[in-house]
């Protein structure tokens, strides 16, 4: 394809204008490059296999003819890149925010996008495409507005607006009846100085302090019939249960504990990419749920000595 037909997808798909330049189609000729080259990152045999951005530049240089400076990555990154994985055109594989061995891809649904003469089959992926644009504009559009969750089944608590409330309601809504027969939610955070949620007649029965010196966990919810708790920590950017964390939370839950409550300590993550950032820190004795995966669970449990592997 020519920098002329990239840029022409780019529009029949929808792409904001300020997006679709030759810059945006240079990083996308890049990543649907597919020949063996030499000096990728180790087990990329081509530029489609994952691309750093500094492989990008050498791309346009050798192959397009076009003079880029190397102080041009941060550019590329915010206005080309940035822009293609929001709208889940690209993905980008990334273990933290300065790994300096992040590289993209293109999502396979768009690879093959490009390759395809028109007819049915093309139809159905600009489609397909152009949802995803539009469920990022309703994502974008969600985290400017309240958050209404369903706290009982006759009530709606509304969190202030945000990422952070959003994936709050995912452990409520989605984490708890999946994971507990008959959950009850027992205390519901907010990050903005509003009030939160809270059973105060619920607390007192399980014996949960309503005032404590340490910070109260995200979520807390209660499995009646079981007599489970599960405390949530729920993180867009900070605040994984650590072993110091872990340790303020058992005090918290001491007296659940002694009325022989079984208690669950989970991190609530938005997504893999987003716990690769603080897998080496999460306490052992924990647990994990990722909400773009909703049905299973991590655990982190250390295995007792002598015990042997489980199965």
Known sequence: MTI?????????????????????AFCILALSDSRPRQGLLAGHASLSDGARIHDILNFVRRELGRQVAENTREAYRKTSLNPLVEVGWAVRHQLSTNDPNTYYRLHPSFANLLALAPGPERDALIAGLRLRRREAAHQMSDLQNDVPVR????????????EHSLL?????????PAFLSHP????????APRAGFQDRALMRRLNLPIAVHVSLPDVILHD??????????VV?????????R???????????????HQVTYVTAFPSRRALRRFVEQIAWGTSVWIADEPYNIIHFSPVKEGAGPQR
């Open 4 to 24: 002329d037909d990239v840029k022409a997808v780019l529009r029949e798909l929808g792409l904001q204008s300020e997006w679709v330049t030759e810059q945006t």
């Open 224 to 233: 009646e019939g079981a007599s489970n708790l599960l405390i949530v920590e």
């Open 246 to 260: 872990l340790q303020q939370l058992r005090d918290l839950a001491k007296g659940a504990l002694a009325l022989d």
């Open 151 to 162: 706290v009982t089944a006759g009530r709606i608590h509304t969190l202030s607006p945000g």
């Open 236 to 244: 867009v950017s900070s605040g994984i249960i650590t072993d110091t």
């Open 168 to 176: 709050a309601r995912a452990v409520v809504e989605t984490l708890g």
């Open 184 to 191: 009850r939610v027992v205390y519901l955070g907010d990050t």
